[in-house]
């Protein structure tokens, strides 16, 4: 199991971070979407608008009156969840990261190959299955274990609260480098649904989560989100 991420904390450095998953987009209603529209361009439907709308007084309340670096993944759905989410007068910087982005997923145009990888991937495993011409969880793994580090060498620069808007695997594997998990217990794991967050905090020289991922099933390695 790779060791929790270090380095955070303490009065020079953020104690806090804030994940959200995008609002709902066209690709998570109609997956025919992504052969015709470039996953990066993918627009959100007017549930994902209302979602990031009444997401944004709780995004407001949660940041408490702190100023905070935003950190948002460049694609069209994950910006226009922050915009209307609201939040700018608290914002001290906002910073479009291309390692928050979502799992490249290579070519989706032809809809019968879309549905042969995603059962391969749910047969062979999420995180170290490969997609052709894309990404596997891994990969993405290696990106935000950079951006990570980023954070980690240069806390002393971040204010105490930080924000990052992006995906659903994106936010599982953040997180599973923050607290050491095992790639058992991150494929377990449910993705957030849109517009649902979590709050990490550094208290007392270690990593919290405020509430727990959903499971959809046991851990075959008997881990546990308890750190």
């Not at 808007?165 to 997180?175: A, D, E, K, P």
């Not at 607290?179 to 494929?187: A, K, N, P």
Request: glycine share 8%; charged share 25%; proline share 6%.
């Amino acid at each position: 199991m790779p060791a929790p991420v270090r380095g955070f904390g303490g009065q020079d450095g953020f104690v806090r971070i804030i994940l959200l998953r995008h609002a709902q987009s066209l690709g998570n209603v109609d997956e025919l979407a992504y052969t015709r529209i470039p996953d990066h361009a993918l627009p959100l439907t007017e549930t994902g608008t209302l979602q990031a709308k009444l997401a944004g007084p709780i995004v407001t309340k949660l940041l408490e009156g702190q100023r905070a670096a935003v950190y948002v993944s460049p694609y069209l759905r994950t910006r226009e969840t922050l915009r209307l989410l609201d939040i700018g007068p608290s914002c001290e910087r906002i910073v479009p990261e291309p390692r928050l982005r979502e799992q490249d997923w290579g070519n989706l145009q032809d809809p019968a190959d879309q549905e042969i990888q995603q059962r391969l991937r749910h047969e062979f495993g999420h995180f170290f299955y490969r997609l052709p011409f894309g990404e596997s969880g891994a990969d993405v793994d290696d990106r935000v274990a950079a951006f990570l580090s980023d954070l980690r060498t240069t806390g002393h620069e971040h204010p105490a609260t930080v924000v990052i808007v992006s995906h659903g695997l994106t936010i599982r594997l953040l997180c599973r480098r923050l607290f050491g998990w095992s790639v058992d217990l991150f494929e377990s794991l449910s993705n957030l649904d849109t517009c649902e967050y979590r709050v990490v905090e550094h208290v007392n020289g270690k990593w919290t989560l405020d509430r727990p991922f959903r499971q959809w099933r046991l851990s075959p390695d008997g881990a546990t989100q308890a750190h």
